[in-house]
């Protein structure tokens, strides 16, 4: 544990704890979107997609 001011951790420890929060949020959208199409081999576009409906049982 470390003492430090509210202040100091406001403006210093947590203003880099967000931005880089933000990065990896990015980072992993960027990451999962590249994943799904490359996996599906999709641009994303779904409108050429059939639409099977499935029977109820």
Same mark, same amino acid.
């Given at each position: 544990?470390?003492?430090?001011?509210?202040?100091?951790?406001?403006?210093?420890?947590?203003?880099?704890?967000? /931005?880089?929060?933000?990065? =990896?949020?990015?980072?992993?959208?960027?990451?999962?979107?590249?994943?799904?199409?490359?996996?599906?081999?999709?641009? /994303?576009?779904?409108?050429? =997609?059939?639409?099977?409906?499935?029977?109820?049982?």
């Amino acid at each position: 544990m470390v003492r430090i001011s509210r202040s100091f951790f406001d403006h210093v420890v947590w203003a880099e704890f967000s /931005g880089l929060q933000t990065e =990896l949020n990015i980072y992993f959208e960027e990451t999962v979107d590249h994943l799904i199409r490359t996996a599906m081999h999709s641009d /994303g576009d779904d409108s050429a =997609l059939d639409l099977v409906k499935i029977p109820s049982a």
